[in-house]
């Protein structure tokens, strides 16, 4: 039994990559540590359950990564996926120390795939959790437990005391009760608000509705929502988020990795009037394909339908639930309730405006429509080999960007722009000070493991002095 | 469609996790899964029995039970595995036997250890049965070799040409006909990944048992186990061999090769098939076929009872309990020769033509 009426040197608020990040490295620096977990034992872990792999810096290549992914190509990268939106000087501190993430993660008994050559196109930049994101966690907990963290699951914090900058005490539940705990410092990070549909709401309005959570229904972004009440300075735009197009059929929360479509690219995109409206060629994925989430929540009923036919049936990754299959486009519309002239119209142009070229689906290749608004600009190719096939999508959402301001030691900055006296976060309720928007693949966790580092050793030096 | 539910189950989680592919690196199944897009029945029981029951999909899964997906893979391949022996059995009337393997092999030890018990009674009068015996050629005053020989080459004959016959079955329900047999490098393969148990060991850290700590107890036992059982069966080869090639007469003095070997692995058989049972008594029920566990421990107590009545031969056969040890010891590796077709020993020979077939593709996908 973990004793609640002890002082701790540092409280933890959150059970993902970057809670464990922080309590390991606080932990490592002496500190006592309490971790609250807001979820039950087998749900722990939030978001981070659901990840797959990491974007670290490196000079060179290793037995997991295939090449050298220099700091100043991890800075371009971000810069173009946030189109600048990015508090450069903690992006570039950031990925400085991704560098030495890459190890330090294995010394708390993560480890890593060897490169498989396999699904993604990652290879030189990302590194892959042996066994997902699960796996990971569970190495980081036993870790952590080994070096006499004390956890608690299903201990959601309700309220937080804090005084003027100044962390003094968290209520957490326990059983029907509330208890009280004190720390000399605190950890926050406990995700952000992308399960709080009626929080989405305020920023999307009664579209939110349709909205998926592919992640953890846990993130209700409660304490983001206190710490923002009680006087810390709040980074970015509320209505950015990572969202994907995923299945229409998708569970509604935790639905996971499984439910994503990577077919854009070898079709059409239509919304329920039957119309295109996006260049489902724009770019490579997945750089692009997290744009998807935000164009469908964008169409009337936030619903679209990915229509490709057999030719391309195989061309992507096998999807969880299957394509819906007709023998013609007429009969494929009726089964999503589709205007059926419209649909065959629609095809139909597309099909007269595709030009000839060299299909190529890794490279930005020379098939590409003509004349066509909106137009499709890569691997564009008829659709008019039956049985046709349609994919229903929503907007997934993966997590929310708007958080709490922080400083390079990962401390918490105030309204007035001092440091909080004791406070720090990690994770994704504060991702929004690197990401501004867009999304880069495996920089979440990036952002998790580096800066619950931090904060974990900065948290174990505050409650020292 | 598939022909039976569970091979319904695991397509579905197959086609699962086909679209997820986090466990690739952890085992061989996974890479066997992903060279395909839909999923046959020979294909299913084909990974079942490239399953190694390491548990680290299921501790590792955002979708393990209680999740919605309630994805299980370790349990839903060892409930295939398992019927797709009982498939492949020969002669098929024996299929059953898989069933309540539990009961039927208790109750096949219990006869064939009366039988001989009665046989050397009758064979011979009870001062035989009960004298002491000294000397080469002591235990043959009970049952002469050449009976003894006959017996149990008839027996050992017999489950060859039944496990053949099954392996056939399953070569052929996995669309692998003779190809692999004659493909040395994948045999080769295929026995280092065996030999080493190269994939009951969670990608690294070890199998997962009672809990989400992982540890290599399974796999150390299961090497006692099976490198126990190896020695023993050489020590019996080369008694044999003595026999008829130098006629030199069991017992043998304690620093006699098959003396030493059999004790060595008879050690190893002891603490081996203890230890898995006691890795077996605490694992997680969640990745436990419950059904079959009779089958499993079974085929563990058979061992071990093969090497106690081997060590209390050993130590006492310089007494009167020889004779009625002796009778033990043949009684319980008769039946455990006459069983092994229809029981949890198949697993090691299935489990290799599986390694065999995953050695081969790799192979054929890299292009040698
Ligand atoms: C399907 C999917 C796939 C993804 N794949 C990747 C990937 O491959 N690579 C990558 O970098 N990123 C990926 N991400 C994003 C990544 O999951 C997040 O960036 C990351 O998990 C954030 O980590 P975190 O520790 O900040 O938050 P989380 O891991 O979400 O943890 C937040 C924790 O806070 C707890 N909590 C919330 N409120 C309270 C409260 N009031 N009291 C106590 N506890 C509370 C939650 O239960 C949870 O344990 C993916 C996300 C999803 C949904
Ligand atoms: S067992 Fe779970 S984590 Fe592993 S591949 Fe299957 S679905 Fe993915
Ligand atoms: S239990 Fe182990 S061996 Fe079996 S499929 Fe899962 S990871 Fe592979």
Redesign the pocket.
């Known amino acids: 039994m973990v004793d609640l009426s002890r002082k701790f040197d540092c409280l933890v ?8 990040c922080a309590a390991i490295s606080a932990r490592r620096s002496g500190a006592s540590v309490l971790v ?4 039950p034992k087998f ?13 670290c810096a490196h000079d060179a290549a290793t037995d997991i990564l295939t090449g050298p992914y220099t700091e100043q190509e991890f800075w371009e990268d971000l810069q173009l996926v946030t189109e600048g939106q990015t508090d450069e000087e903690l992006a570039r501190h950031m990925i400085r120390e991704s560098k030495d993430i890459l190890g330090w993660v294995v010394e708390q008994g993560v480890r890593w795939q060897p490169s498989l050559g396999g699904t993604l196109s990652l290879g030189r930049t ?1 590194s892959f959790f042996l066994g997902g ?1 699960r796996a990971m966690l569970n190495a980081l907990y036993l870790t952590a437990e080994r070096l006499g963290v004390d956890i608690l699951y299903d ?4 309220d937080l005391d804090i005084d003027n900058g100044m962390f003094l005490s968290a209520d ?1 539940k326990q059983g029907d009760g509330r208890v009280t705990v004190r720390a000399a410092t605190l950890v926050a ?4 608000f992308e399960a709080n549909i009626e929080w989405l709401k305020q920023y999307w309005g009664e579209a939110a509705d349709n909205f998926l959570i ?3 229904p ?6 983001l929502k206190m710490l923002l009440n009680k006087g810390v300075q709040q980074v970015g735009d509320p209505t950015q988020c ?1 969202a994907v197009a995923i299945d229409a059929r998708a569970p509604k929360f935790d ?3 499984i439910t994503r479509h990577d077919s854009v690219v070898f079709g059409i995109v239509v919304n329920k009037h039957g119309l295109r409206f996006y260049d489902e060629g724009e770019d490579i994925w997945p750089k692009r394909y997290a744009i998807w989430g935000r164009l469908v929540a964008a169409q009337p009923d936030q619903i679209a339908y990915i229509v490709f036919d057999a030719s391309v049936r195989n061309s992507f990754m096998p999807t969880l639930f299957p394509p819906i299959e007709a023998n013609s486009i007429a009969e494929l519309a009726g089964k999503f309730e589709l205007d059926a002239a419209v649909l065959e119209k629609t095809v139909a142009e597309f099909n007269a405006a595709v030009r000839p070229g060299t299909f190529d689906h890794t490279i930005l290749d020379d098939c590409r429509t003509e004349g066509l608004t909106p137009p499709k600009t890569h691997w564009a190719r008829k659709i008019e080999t039956p049985p046709y096939y349609a994919y229903p999508v929503r907007p997934g959402i ?2 929310t960007y708007l958080g709490t301001r922080v400083n390079k030691q990962a401390r918490m900055l105030m309204k007035d722009g001092k440091p909080a006296a004791n406070m720090f976060a ?4 504060m ?1 929004g000070n690197v990401l501004g928007k867009g999304y880069a ?8 493991s580096v800066f ?1 580092r931090i904060a974990g050793r900065e948290a174990a030096q505050n409650a020292r002095n | 469609m598939h022909g039976t539910k569970i091979l319904e189950e695991a397509d579905r989680l197959m086609t699962v996790c086909n679209s997820c592919r986090y466990c690739e690196g952890l085992c061989a199944v996974f890479p066997a899964m992903e060279m395909r897009r839909s999923f046959s029945d020979g294909d299913l029981n084909y990974f079942a029995n490239l399953c190694h029951a390491c548990g680290a999909c299921y501790t590792d899964c955002q979708f393990s039970p209680p999740h919605e997906f309630n994805v299980n893979v370790p349990k839903t391949l060892a409930v295939a595995r398992a019927e797709s022996w009982a498939a492949y059995a020969w002669p098929r009337a024996f299929a059953g036997l898989f069933a309540r393997n539990g009961l039927a092999i208790s109750l096949i030890a219990a006869l064939s250890v009366a039988a001989f018990i009665f046989g050397f009674a009758a064979l011979n009068d009870r001062q035989v049965l009960f004298g002491i015996h000294t000397g080469p050629g002591a235990f043959y005053k009970l049952m002469p070799h050449n009976a003894m020989a006959a017996l149990f080459g008839a027996a050992l004959l017999y489950a060859l040409v039944a496990l053949v016959m099954g392996v056939r079955a399953f070569w052929r329900d996995i669309g692998e006909p003779i190809g692999m047999l004659v493909d040395p490098p994948s045999l080769w393969q295929a026995m280092k990944d065996a030999t080493q148990l190269r994939y009951l060991d969670g990608g690294g850290v070890g199998c997962v048992n009672e809990d989400e700590r992982p540890s290599d107890l399974r796999k150390i036992h299961h090497h006692l186990t099976f490198y126990g059982f190896a020695l023993c069966f050489a020590a019996t080869c080369v008694a044999t061999l003595y026999h008829y090639l130098i006629a030199r007469e069991a017992p043998y003095p304690w620093w006699d090769l098959p003396v030493v070997l059999g004790t060595l692995g008879g050690i190893g058989l002891l603490i081996g098939p203890a230890g898995l049972l006691a890795e077996k008594w605490k694992r997680d029920p969640a990745l436990v076929d419950q059904k079959r566990m009779g089958m499993d421990v079974a085929f563990i107590a058979m061992l071990f009872l093969t090497s106690l009545t081997g060590m209390a031969l050993l130590l006492l056969r310089d007494t009167a309990a020889m004779g009625p040890l002796l009778a033990l010891h043949l009684g319980v590796v008769f039946s455990l020769f006459i069983t092994m077709p229809y029981g949890k020993f198949v697993h090691g020979i299935y489990r290799f033509v599986a390694l065999v077939r995953y050695a081969r593709e790799r192979r054929m996908m890299a292009g040698v």
């Open positions: 608020i959150g059970g993902g990559n970057a809670a464990l609250l977990e807001g979820a749900y722990r872990g939030g978001n981070t359950r659901h990840t797959r792999n990491m974007r990302n994101g201990a959601e914090v309700l957490l990070a406990a995700g952000g592919r992640g953890t846990y993130n209700r972004g409660s304490i990572h639905g996971g990795i993966t997590f990690a994770g994704e309720i991702a693949a495996g920089i979440g966790m990036t952002i998790g619950g």
